[in-house]
């Protein structure tokens, strides 16, 4: 049985990172007010800063989950929350410069990257053996409530009082989570974690099941990012909508980290093998895509919200069940952050191959489509041999 003890501390562990996304996703928010703003800024810039990001969470998260397997998770967690507000609150005064906006980005990227791997690891520590697999499920919902929440609270501020709220707001929540949880964080007996080097960890790390769980996470990142970076580009022109519309884009995108809390809490209560309902899931989300290719509007807005609804299970799934289970072999924080990392690579390559697919096919949109009901349908694939492996 689960005592209140490890239900609290499982919501701290829960609301710290729904609270990361504050410092992750407030930047898609600003952009748009910097580019008015500012002159000297161009799309091509902003392009860079966003790659800037991404690249250096991705280096993060195969580093920080390597480094972080010999320390205390909350404390490392708490770390990562406070540096990214020191960043945020650098770019509040200073974020309309070029150089300032890229570098303070990259680094924010670093301690953004501090996160994941420690809530799964941490998770993983406090909870016993039979709770471990469905906390760990409903941990995933944090970054997608916390995204959903981020999202509105950061352009809300922005509209109220300019593109400096944006990232001001996000420093003193970051801050304010930061310090908080080093007050509340719990003491672990890390007598027994057996130190070893760098290079150890990447060997026990390294095995085929974390190494198949990274190349899935991969392909399904180019649909989960390719839906949260490039969908309201889609709805903005099937809607044929001007700028000053723009607001009813931002609630239509708000609905699909909801439809994924959903989607996540029914894969929870599903009484199956988790690899078999991920196969399940991508199935189905292979079929969707393939439809949306030839619907529009609002019909297309339901089937993308089905998607949303299958897609974060599979996703909560891949980083953060599946590396819960070598807690044991004390791999949780690095095989996290291999599988996350690999997923950031799939989601910079995203940023590249959705345009280079809309400006080669004369099928637009639809073509996007059909490319990601192929990659859910690999992933199922992956996934299928995973489980084969496990059993």
């Not at 890390?190 to 099941?209: A, D, G, V, Y």
């Not at 959705?354 to 996007?368: D, I, K, R």
């Amino acid at each position: 049985m689960e005592t209140k003890i490890s239900k609290l501390t499982f919501w701290n562990i829960w609301l710290s990172y729904a609270l990361y996304y504050f410092g992750k996703v407030n930047l898609g928010i600003v952009v748009p007010v910097l580019l008015v703003v500012f002159s000297n800024l161009s799309l091509y810039n902003v392009g860079l800063v966003s790659s800037a990001f991404f690249m250096a969470y991705a280096i993060g998260q195969f580093l920080h989950g390597h480094i972080s397997e010999k320390y205390n998770p909350f404390v490392y967690i708490s770390i990562g929350l406070i540096g990214s507000a020191l960043m945020n609150f650098i770019l509040g005064w200073w974020g309309g410069l070029f150089f300032v906006l890229v570098v303070g980005e990259f680094m924010d990227g670093l301690f953004q990257s501090m996160g994941w791997s420690s809530c799964v690891r941490a998770n993983a520590l406090m909870q016993d053996k039979k709770n471990r697999e469905k906390s760990s499920v409903i941990l995933g919902t944090s970054y997608q409530i916390g995204n959903s929440i981020a999202w509105l609270v950061c352009a809300t501020v922005v509209g109220w009082w300019g593109w400096q709220a944006g990232f001001f707001v996000a420093s003193a929540v970051l801050f304010l989570r930061g310090v908080t949880l080093l007050i509340t964080k719990p003491k672990i007996d890390l007598s027994n974690i057996e130190k070893r080097k760098i290079k150890t960890q990447i060997k026990k790390t390294l095995i085929s099941p974390v190494i198949l769980g990274g190349i899935a996470l991969c392909l399904l990142n180019m649909i989960r990012f390719g839906i949260i970076t490039w969908i309201p580009l889609y709805l903005f022109q099937q809607g044929s909508l001007t700028v000053a519309s723009m607001g009813s884009v931002g609630w239509k995108i708000c609905l699909l980290p909801l439809a994924g809390v959903i989607g996540t809490l029914c894969y929870n209560k599903i009484k199956k093998d988790k690899e078999l309902l991920t196969i399940i899931f991508c199935g189905i989300l292979s079929v969707v895509f393939v439809v949306l290719a030839f619907l529009t509007e609002w019909w297309a807005l339901v089937f993308l919200l089905i998607g949303s609804f299958l897609i974060y299970g599979p996703h909560v799934f891949l980083v953060s069940t599946l590396p819960t289970r070598f807690v044991d072999k004390q791999i949780t924080a690095s095989s996290t952050g291999f599988i996350d990392g690999m997923g950031y690579v799939g989601t910079i390559l995203i940023g590249i191959i959705v345009p280079f697919l809309l400006s080669v096919s004369s099928y637009g949109w639809a073509c996007v489509f059909i490319f990601w009901a192929v990659l859910a349908f690999i992933i199922s694939i992956i996934v299928l041999v995973i489980y084969k492996y496990e059993k």
